[in-house]
């Protein structure tokens, strides 16, 4: 099964000069940690500056996000896919009919940027999952693959969203969807978890 049919991934950017604007400002010598960048951004700030301090901050934002490592957050379950970056509608209840599609947004940060020939970055992901009963007892015999997620971006991400497709048959009942995605350049993995029950009807509004 093609994971482009199950997963999308939506980054937000910054603009090449903003590494540039933190890590050598006019008349400065290069910032050697975190706390000198943030002065450096002070500085654009305080000259009037204020669009050189935007991305001065987005490149700031990826040093931290590097700095601790690969990992997700804000994972959600939602009633369709989501349309964007943070643009989705949360799911009021975790039951779902037997068979009902589950849909799933996560966020994830501090990934690898591999340089292409062509000048582009690309960031590719592998992304698994399995349900774990409520004693937390692994119900498949392995991770089951979803595929992998790829984006060759001309800019440099700082953070992205996941849109993920999650069908499953034969469990009814409460269970946890556990999840790992890994950054293939790296080989660091972040997981996460959501808790839902099969086998009940779910509320009208969410028959979509």
């Known amino acids: 099964m093609s994971n482009r049919s199950r997963s ?26 975190l706390t000198e960048a943030a002065s450096a951004i002070e500085q654009l700030l305080a000259t009037g500056r204020g669009p050189e301090a935007v991305a001065a901050a ?8 590097g700095e601790a490592g690969f990992g997700v957050t804000n994972a959600r379950l939602t009633l369709l896919p989501a349309e964007g970056y943070g643009m989705f509608e949360p799911r009021p209840t975790n039951v779902y009919a037997l068979g009902e599609p589950v849909y799933a947004y996560v ?13 582009a970055n690309r960031l590719l992901f592998d992304v698994s999952f399995t349900l774990d009963s409520p004693e937390g007892r692994q119900m498949t015999d392995a991770m089951i693959p979803m595929g992998e997620v790829q984006l060759d971006s001309f800019s440099q991400p700082v953070d992205g969203f996941f849109h993920l497709t999650y069908r499953v048959t034969g469990a009814e009942g409460p269970f946890t969807l556990r999840t790992h995605v890994v950054d293939r350049a790296s080989g660091q993995t972040a997981e996460f978890s959501l808790p839902v029950v099969f086998g009940a009807a779910p509320a009208s509004a969410d028959r979509k």
Not at 18 to 27: D, E, I, K, Q, R
Not at 107 to 119: I, R
Request: aromatic share 6%; no cysteine.
């Open 58 to 65: 987005r490149m700031f934002l990826r040093h931290v996000t």
């Open 107 to 119: 966020e994830v940060y501090g990934f690898s940027m591999t340089p292409l020939a062509n000048g």
């Open 8 to 33: 999308r991934v939506r980054l937000r950017t910054l603009p090449a000069l903003a590494l540039a604007a933190v890590m050598a400002l006019p008349g400065t010598a290069p910032a050697q940690d």
